[in-house]
């Protein structure tokens, strides 16, 4: 497969805010895309911002059954429900890539695609999905992919091309497991403190909440650290310390699934967290408090 070639046909899984925005711009971009959604309608109409709106073909088995590249970003508890049922219908050699908060999900599942190059990427470009119609970008970002499986290290530089001639920048890494690892760390400080607070970013950096997220950073840490991966507690706080800032004005997505009655990803997040602080016989209170409390909330919402 050259490189012009590659996943000319795409199929996405999740036209949530991440998936409908990559969808719009890798349509810009001259690829083929269709979407794979819950519903039974044939056909999406979706605008990015204010450009005119893209008709996507949707549900659509033949367009499947063409995809050069599959993107699933449904969230990481919907994954084995909703990936599942299509993967028999992938062609051999179609790619796949997955992309959503949190670690745990895709493990699991890794053995039963092994016919397939496997990625995973992680994005930090903001997106809003307005309603039904339109998806805004709202935070230029990055994004960075790497590798779950041997095929997927052959065809990593190609796929990274692809994204950033869609939506710059993109970068490959094969250590994917290390830029997931930092990005689960700021979501076990941040998303359960204002999901349980029901409050913006912003409002974590007063000063008796950062003395709660110091004794987070070093429980994560430890554990990032026993996993053979590199954290410096110091170092993850004062990034924990930026992010909180850089985002102040945003409600978490573990605020919104909470403030929206969904289930929350904290499975995946503080969750996967303390498997592994378990597996290595680590001490996690913080993190395990603060578990519980959200499996508490979630207990309360009616899904
Ligand atoms: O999950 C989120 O909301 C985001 O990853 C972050 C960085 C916590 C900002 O809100």
């Not at 044939?42 to 033949?62: G, M, R, T, V």
């Not at 590249?69 to 449904?74: K, R």
């Not at 699991?108 to 039904?132: C, D, W, Y």
Request: proline share 4%.
């Amino acid at each position: 497969m050259n490189t012009l070639e590659y996943g000319l046909n795409i199929c996405i899984l999740g036209a949530g805010a991440i998936g409908s925005l990559w969808a719009c711009y890798l349509n810009n971009a001259g690829r083929t895309v269709s979407l794979w959604t819950r519903g039974s309608e044939s056909s999406l109409s979706l605008s990015l911002d204010d450009q005119p709106a893209i008709l996507f073909p949707c549900n659509q088995e033949s367009q499947l059954a063409n995809a050069d590249l599959l993107i699933v970003t449904v969230k990481a508890w919907q994954v084995q429900s909703a990936f599942k049922p299509i993967l028999s219908q992938l062609k051999a050699d179609c790619s796949i890539l997955f992309s959503h908060n949190g670690m745990g999900a895709v493990e699991t599942i890794l053995p039963q695609m092994s016919e397939h190059p496997v990625f995973f990427a992680t994005t930090t470009h903001g997106a809003l999905r307005k309603n039904q119609q339109q998806v805004l970008h709202t935070g230029q970002g990055q994004t960075i992919i790497g590798p779950l499986n041997d095929k997927a290290e052959v065809e990593l530089g190609s796929l990274v091309q692809a994204f950033n001639l869609a939506l710059p920048p993109a970068h490959a890494d094969s250590n994917i497991y290390q830029a997931l690892w930092n990005k689960i760390a700021i979501n076990c400080c941040i998303n359960p403190l204002t999901a349980l607070r029901d409050c913006r970013n912003g409002e974590l950096a007063a000063k008796d909440t950062l003395e709660i997220i110091e004794t987070l950073c070093s429980e994560i840490s430890a554990v990032i650290t026993a996993e053979g991966f590199s954290c410096n507690n110091a170092e993850l706080f004062a990034r924990t310390k930026q992010v909180i800032e850089a985002t102040s004005k945003n409600f978490s997505s573990m605020h919104q699934d909470i403030h929206h009655n969904r289930p929350t990803e904290i499975n995946y997040i503080t969750g996967y967290l303390l498997e592994r602080a378990r597996a290595h016989n680590i001490d996690t209170p913080m993190n395990k408090n603060l578990f519980e409390q959200i499996k508490q909330k979630e207990a309360q919402n009616d899904h």
